[in-house]
């Protein structure tokens, strides 16, 4: 099938009708504010990842006021464990902008949804289709591969020449008609049918116009993202506890990686860890604690691969004159109402545990798993 083919939408649509996801939590009542959480939730996330966070959002922010009065600590507390976390400061940034500059109400607009932090021309053209009927194409991973192979599309769908064939055949294939329901059943299609690895073409209603099926490319198309080698960096966290098990954390300044997420005390391979921790409390060198290296984690972002190495210490006396710092004190139990870096969750779990001598952290490729 060309790019200037017959429309794939009826097919579509029937094969919705009878085997689409009718009931993701979002779609009930074509509510903006579910559509749009669940899109920024499921950028880069799976549905059955997201399911649980989205309940939780939803219970604690019903609405978009409710989300725009919200401490962002709170905010980001919820997202820990979903990663990509400028989605929820944008989130929590569009929400606030909605009130206050639509008396938050969503726009029915495509232009004036992409306008809001964190929402791109593929999420207000999903948000405008599935919650105002507005007939906005749309082009998340998924729907690039369904595209890419019906049509024939080779090389990788990143490339800005290829994406711009992409929103002229998303554009050219979206119908006037349903476009709710042709919205989630191309998303559906990609996520369930004409999956990255081993794809369903038997059970595909585009399976007679896939030429990607008729000239057996299913498996090369749509093309990987260019490989290249991630840069390697490394440093060491400060698990600094206080008599009563408490541990010290930081808040990370807002741009950069874990932006506004609370963090345990960086310092880098090459300080010295007892002048550092003496500087940072206040501490002549003998009072600082013994400090033990656990095993070091790796954890790997869009960029780069970090590779951390714990140094945890028990302080003999409270020091509590850090909090100028932009620095707190916390019991690990309690650090749920906050925003934590995946690894840091994972350390501090190690820090709740009973036996914590045998809980050494241990590699894991995407995220450290103590």
Same mark, same amino acid.
């Given at each position: 099938?060309?790019?200037?083919?017959?429309?794939?939408?009826?097919?579509?649509?029937?094969?919705?009708?009878?085997?689409?996801?009718?009931?993701?939590?979002?779609?009930?009542?074509?509510?903006?504010?579910?559509?749009?959480?669940?899109?920024?939730?499921?950028?880069?996330?799976?549905?059955?990842?997201?399911?649980?966070?989205?309940?939780?959002?939803?219970?604690?922010?019903?609405?978009?006021?409710?989300?725009?009065?919200?401490?962002?600590?709170?905010?980001?507390?919820?997202?820990?464990?979903?990663?990509?976390?400028?989605?929820?400061?944008?989130?929590?940034?569009?929400?606030?902008?909605?009130?206050?500059?639509?008396?938050?109400?969503?726009?029915?607009?495509?232009?004036?949804?992409?306008?809001?932090?964190?929402?791109?021309?593929?999420?207000?053209?999903?948000?405008?289709?599935?919650?105002?009927?507005?007939?906005?194409?749309?082009?998340?991973?998924?729907?690039?591969?369904?595209?890419?192979?019906?049509?024939?599309?080779?090389?990788?769908?990143?490339?800005?020449?290829?994406?711009?064939?992409?929103?002229?055949?998303?554009?050219?294939?979206?119908?006037?008609?349903?476009?709710?329901?042709?919205?989630?059943?191309?998303? /559906?299609?990609?996520? =369930? +049918?004409? &999956?990255?690895? %081993?794809?369903?073409? !038997? $059970?595909? #209603?585009?399976?007679?116009?896939?030429?990607?099926?008729?000239?057996?490319?299913?498996?090369?198309?749509?093309?990987?993202?260019?490989?290249?080698?991630?840069?390697?960096?490394?440093?060491?966290?400060?698990?600094?506890?206080?008599?009563?098990?408490?541990?010290?954390?930081?808040?990370?300044?807002?741009?950069?990686?874990?932006?506004?997420?609370?963090?345990?005390?960086?310092?880098?391979?090459?300080? /010295?860890?007892?002048? =550092? +921790?003496? &500087?940072?409390? %206040?501490?002549?060198? !003998? $009072?600082? #604690?013994?400090?033990?290296?656990?095993?070091?984690?790796?954890?790997?972002?869009?960029?780069?691969?970090?590779?951390?190495?714990?140094?945890?210490?028990?302080?003999?006396?409270?020091?509590?004159?850090?909090?100028?710092?932009?620095?707190?004190?916390?019991?690990?139990?309690?650090?749920?109402?906050?925003?934590?870096?995946?690894?840091?969750?994972?350390?501090?779990?190690?820090?709740?545990?009973?036996?914590?001598?045998?809980?050494?952290?241990?590699?894991?490729?995407?995220?450290?798993?103590?």
């Amino acid at each position: 099938m060309s790019e200037h083919g017959a429309p794939i939408a009826p097919a579509l649509l029937a094969w919705y009708d009878r085997h689409g996801r009718h009931d993701l939590p979002w779609k009930a009542g074509a509510d903006p504010y579910r559509i749009w959480l669940s899109e920024i939730m499921l950028q880069q996330t799976r549905v059955q990842t997201v399911l649980p966070y989205f309940q939780r959002f939803v219970a604690a922010f019903p609405d978009v006021a409710a989300l725009a009065a919200a401490d962002e600590d709170r905010v980001l507390g919820l997202w820990t464990g979903l990663g990509y976390y400028a989605r929820a400061r944008n989130l929590h940034r569009a929400a606030r902008e909605l009130v206050d500059t639509h008396a938050g109400r969503f726009p029915g607009d495509v232009d004036a949804l992409a306008a809001l932090p964190g929402i791109g021309r593929s999420t207000a053209g999903a948000i405008a289709s599935m919650a105002f009927g507005v007939r906005a194409p749309i082009l998340d991973g998924n729907v690039k591969r369904v595209l890419t192979r019906v049509a024939g599309i080779e090389g990788w769908p990143g490339e800005r020449a290829i994406e711009k064939r992409l929103w002229a055949l998303a554009d050219s294939w979206t119908p006037t008609e349903r476009v709710a329901d042709y919205t989630q059943a191309v998303m /559906d299609l990609g996520a =369930t +049918v004409c &999956t990255p690895r %081993r794809p369903a073409c !038997d $059970g595909c #209603p585009l399976a007679d116009r896939c030429v990607a099926r008729a000239e057996g490319r299913v498996g090369a198309i749509p093309a990987a993202r260019p490989k290249r080698a991630l840069p390697e960096r490394e440093t060491r966290m400060l698990l600094l506890q206080d008599p009563d098990g408490r541990v010290l954390l930081a808040r990370r300044p807002a741009p950069g990686i874990w932006g506004g997420l609370w963090c345990f005390p960086e310092l880098d391979v090459a300080a /010295d860890p007892v002048d =550092t +921790v003496a &500087t940072m409390l %206040r501490l002549p060198a !003998d $009072g600082v #604690p013994p400090l033990s290296a656990w095993g070091t984690v790796r954890h790997t972002f869009t960029h780069y691969r970090l590779t951390i190495t714990p140094l945890h210490g028990v302080l003999a006396r409270a020091v509590d004159n850090v909090r100028e710092e932009g620095r707190d004190w916390f019991a690990p139990a309690e650090t749920g109402h906050v925003g934590l870096a995946a690894p840091v969750k994972r350390l501090l779990d190690v820090l709740c545990a009973d036996d914590l001598a045998s809980a050494a952290p241990a590699r894991s490729k995407q995220e450290p798993r103590p």
